[in-house]
Every structure is written in structure tokens, then in C-alpha cells.
């Protein structure tokens, strides 16, 4: 039983590793100049290889230049999903560039055809089901022009919000704002989806204990990433990605190997509190991307950190009730199922690290 439990944590993780921590990202730039809507789109290759199969055309598992300039026909249906509307009346799309880019990304140039110049645009995305869990897109409607004045609008959609309209009356836009209390949602999501920061939570309570031990390594894992949150969100300290993300890694390992010497949880406060400092730091990327209302800065990051510890919440009272049944069978006892499930804890925080390291 603790050797099944064990395996089938891992199996959970490892097909989520490249996906632990980062919210699936992609941005769309779109001009509007009369009647014509240029939009310029960066999404990360595998997500564009989850959108048009057919564009590896050798199926290795890779884009190459030559195949994403020869994949019009694969691309299509990539164009077809994003639609774009002038006062109601759909603009047609054609596909005119198709390109890599530096690191993992990927460009498409898809011009939109308007019937008249228009006074709103809505913006449709019908993607999301094929991209990751959780995936955003950071939308831009400017001017031709190169100033922050050119800035129409920016909105955000993903797959509970897959539209967005912004009236462009008089020349002038009104970009329709995110409502603060929706960082509360995005707070409970990204834990949600977060492997990483739930399997180190699995690990820290997988060997038991008192509920008051319990109750207190959690806090101290919040007040840890609370601070850190709050740091890099003020823009008073901002750590590389390239350390913070392998640092989370190896939190989770660290954990998983303490798991084999340590009784209970009694006194793990003492190390989730600056492993939930370094794990803030994730957080903060996430919020990075994301953006901050105006004037609200304070609001929409204590929403978002109330949401993250809902979600976690929330899955601790999932978890403990079930790692609570397992230990009163006596396989789960005999098997030590406990260390089955923190050597399975082990294995994904050392793949993590090395994803993180030496996966590019």
C-alpha cells in the first residue's frame, strides 16, 4: 500500500516538472491602425506544438526554424481560435508570419481585417482547453507608435474569462480592469497547480504529528513566504529566477530525506520557515507576470496571498483526513508507507533541480 501511495505521487509529478511552478504564459502585442488590427504573438514552443501538432513535421519532439515558416496548414487552427471583432462584426485573420524565437518561443504575425475602423475590439481566445492548466494571455492594444502613451489596453484572458472588449472611443481607450478580489482566485490557482510547492507541503506533514505541530510548520511556512512575497512584490528585493527556482527544488528534496530521520513533524517550523521564504520568491514571479492594479498594490497582494493559503488549505484538509486512514492500516504501517511516499518525494525534488539546472 505505502509503496503504491509512493509511486503514484511520483507518477502525479514528474508529468507536470517543466509546468511546476510557472503559470503557462503567452502575449499578444496588437495594433490597431484604422481598420487593421496587426497582432504580434509569443507563445513557448511546447505550448505551440500542444496547438498544432502537425507542426513538427519530423516528430521529434522539436520545432525547427524551417518547420514553424512551412506550417501555415498546421497553424491554422491556431488562427482560426483567436478572433478579434470591430463593433461586433468578426475581422478576418490571416496568418503572415510564423518564426522562432530566443530561448523557447515561438512568433506568429496574423493580420485582422476590419470592416470599418472600429470603436471597441473584442478579443476571443477558444485555445485555453488545449494549453495548460491555469494558462494566461497577456494581451496588448496599442497605437502604431513606441511610447507608453501608444498603450490602449491591457487585458488578461484565460479560460474562465476567454474574451475581453475595450472601447477605443474618441481615439481614447478604456481597458477594462481585473477587479481586485480576482487575486484572491489567482492566489487559490496557483497553489492549486503548483506541483512543487504541494508536494513539499505533502512532505512536511507526511510523517504526522501533533495538530498543534502541524498547525505550526504551516504557519511558518506561510509567514516565510508571506515576507518574501512582499519583498520581491515592492520591488525591494527581487532574486534571480536561476537560483530561486532551483532552491525550491532542492527544499523539496531536503525534506524528503529529513522525513527518514525525523519521528513527527514536532519543531519543522524551524526549517519551513526560510524554506517558505525561498518559495515566496516563486510566488512573486508568478504576480511579476501578471501585473499589479495601479494603486491597489497592497489590496491585490494581500488577496493573493489570502488565496494561496486558501488553496493550500484547502488541500491539507484533503490530505491529512487520507494520510490519517493510511496510517491506521497496519499494511500501510508494516510497508513504512511513509518513507515509500518520501523517497517518491525525494526522486521529484532532485528531477526539479536538474530540470531547473541543466534543462535550458
Do not use: K
Amino acid at each position: 500500500m505505502g509503496m503504491a501511495v509512493g509511486t503514484c505521487l511520483l507518477g502525479l509529478a514528474i508529468p507536470r516538472l517543466a509546468e511546476a511552478h510557472q503559470v503557462g504564459l503567452s502575449r499578444g502585442v496588437y495594433t490597431v491602425d484604422g481598420a487593421v488590427v496587426e497582432g504580434d504573438l509569443t507563445f513557448a514552443r511546447g505550448e505551440l506544438r500542444a496547438l498544432a501538432p502537425g507542426l513538427d513535421g519530423d516528430g521529434d519532439g522539436t520545432l525547427s526554424e524551417a518547420e514553424v515558416a512551412a506550417g501555415g496548414a498546421a497553424l491554422a487552427p491556431v488562427v482560426a481560435g483567436i478572433g478579434v471583432a470591430s463593433d461586433g462584426e468578426a475581422c478576418v485573420g490571416t496568418l503572415t508570419r510564423a518564426s522562432l524565437t530566443e530561448e523557447d518561443g515561438a512568433s506568429l504575425a496574423i493580420r485582422f481585417a476590419c470592416p470599418q475602423p472600429p470603436e471597441s475590439l473584442t478579443l476571443t481566445w477558444s485555445l485555453f482547453d488545449a494549453l495548460s492548466t491555469g494558462h494566461r494571455h497577456l494581451g496588448q492594444f496599442v497605437r502604431p507608435g513606441a511610447g507608453p502613451e501608444d498603450i490602449l489596453a491591457e487585458p488578461v484572458l484565460h479560460a474562465r474569462a476567454p474574451a475581453a472588449t475595450v472601447a477605443l472611443a474618441g481615439g481614447e481607450a478604456e481597458a477594462p480592469a481585473r477587479p481586485v478580489s480576482a487575486y484572491f482566485e489567482l492566489g487559490v490557482e496557483h497553489i492549486l497547480i503548483g506541483t512543487d510547492h504541494l508536494v513539499f507541503l505533502l512532505g512536511l506533514v507526511v510523517v504526522g504529528g501533533r495538530l498543534r505541530s502541524l498547525v505550526a510548520v504551516i504557519t511558518a511556512f506561510t509567514i516565510g513566504h508571506s515576507l518574501s512575497l512582499a519583498l520581491a512584490t515592492l520591488g525591494i528585493w527581487t532574486p534571480s529566477g536561476a537560483w530561486v527556482e532551483p532552491a525550491i527544488a532542492l527544499s523539496i528534496a531536503y525534506v524528503g530525506v529529513e522525513n527518514f530521520f525525523v519521528p513527527d513533524a514536532a519543531g519543522r517550523w524551524r526549517i519551513t520557515l526560510p524554506f517558505g521564504f525561498i518559495h515566496g520568491f516563486g510566488f512573486a514571479g508568478v504576480l511579476a507576470e501578471l501585473g499589479l492594479p495601479a494603486g491597489e498594490v497592497a489590496p491585490a497582494l494581500l488577496l493573493f496571498n489570502l488565496g494561496v493559503e486558501a488553496g493550500q488549505l484547502a488541500v491539507l484538509a484533503l490530505v491529512l483526513p487520507l494520510l490519517m486512514a493510511l496510517g491506521r492500516l497496519p499494511a500501510y504501517r508494516q510497508l513504512q508507507g511513509a518513507r515509500w511516499i518520501s523517497g517518491a518525494i525525494v526522486l521529484a525534488g532532485l528531477w526539479w533541480f536538474f530540470e531547473r539546472v541543466f534543462g535550458g
